[in-house]
T-cell receptor, first 114, second 111 residues
Framework: AQSVTQLGSHVSVSEGALVLLRCNYS??????LFWYVQYPNQGLQLLLK??????LVKGINGFEAEFKKSETSFHLTKPSAHMSDAAEYFC????????????FGSGTKLNVKP | DTEVTQTPKHLVMGMTNKKSLKCEQH?????MYWYKQKAKKPPELMFV???????INESVPSRFSPECPNSSLLNLHLHALQPEDSALYLC??????????FGPGTRLTVL
């Protein structure tokens, strides 16, 4: 069975500082991994995804994530936080079977201080 | 274009009402999903349709009734809901890749 753990339900950074949101997965098969962002009262927007083509994945809005199989991690980073990055971030894993059922982490709320 | 639309944006209903949520996509995706999301929680899968057939029902109460009239449209019929069913209902679709594209959601309040 798949599972995802996001360490830190709340992360607070200053504007301009590095953003690091952590995601660890458990998968019995090579995973497909995703990061989504959700702004208040909106749907989920895809930030980036890993599908085995490259271990360093670049996404939208300056975000990137690195797949590390040895650490079963897929942490999300951004070199310099912007106020508009304040949102909820979800990591998800899919095994590609079973109609691509997603297993979501519990989410990390990012707060950006001026 | 990766747009999934949902209507209405907001819905308030009483426990005896019957209402429907609508989801639409024109990307040619053949898999569509309904999720329920409570505040400060991740989305919870409710139903999956693949090629217009119900493929997964995550033990959802029968007061929620999904329908997929065609490959572009997904409905969720609501009847005799409870206040605890108040949540954000999200629709998603998926094409040939593994990526699910989400709609903006319907904020449902049950009085």
């Amino acid at each position: 069975a798949q599972s995802v753990t996001q360490l830190g339900s709340h992360v607070s950074v200053s504007e301009g500082a590095l953003v690091l949101l952590r995601c660890n997965y458990s998968s019995s098969v090579p995973p497909y991994l995703f990061w989504y962002v959700q702004y208040p009262n909106q749907g989920l927007q895809l930030l980036l995804k890993y599908t085995s083509a490259a271990t360093l994945v670049k996404g939208i809005n300056g975000f990137e994530a690195e797949f590390k199989k040895s650490e079963t991690s897929f942490h999300l980073t951004k070199p310099s936080a912007h106020m508009s990055d304040a949102a909820e971030y979800f990591c998800a894993v899919s095994d590609g079977d079973n109609f691509n059922k997603f297993y979501f982490g519990s989410g990390t709320k990012l707060n950006v201080k001026p | 274009d990766t747009e999934v639309t949902q209507t209405p944006k907001h819905l308030v209903m009483g426990m005896t009402n019957k209402k429907s949520l609508k989801c639409e996509q024109h990307m040619g995706h053949r898999a569509m999903y309904w999720y329920k999301q409570k505040a400060k929680k991740p989305p919870e899968l409710m139903f999956v349709y693949s090629y217009e057939k119900l493929s997964i029902n995550e033990s959802v109460p029968s007061r929620f009734s999904p329908e997929c009239p065609n490959s572009s449209l997904l409905n969720l019929h609501l009847h005799a809901l409870q206040p605890e069913d108040s949540a954000l209902y999200l629709c998603a679709s998926r094409g040939q890749t593994d990526t699910q594209y989400f709609g903006p959601g319907t904020r449902l309040t049950v009085l």
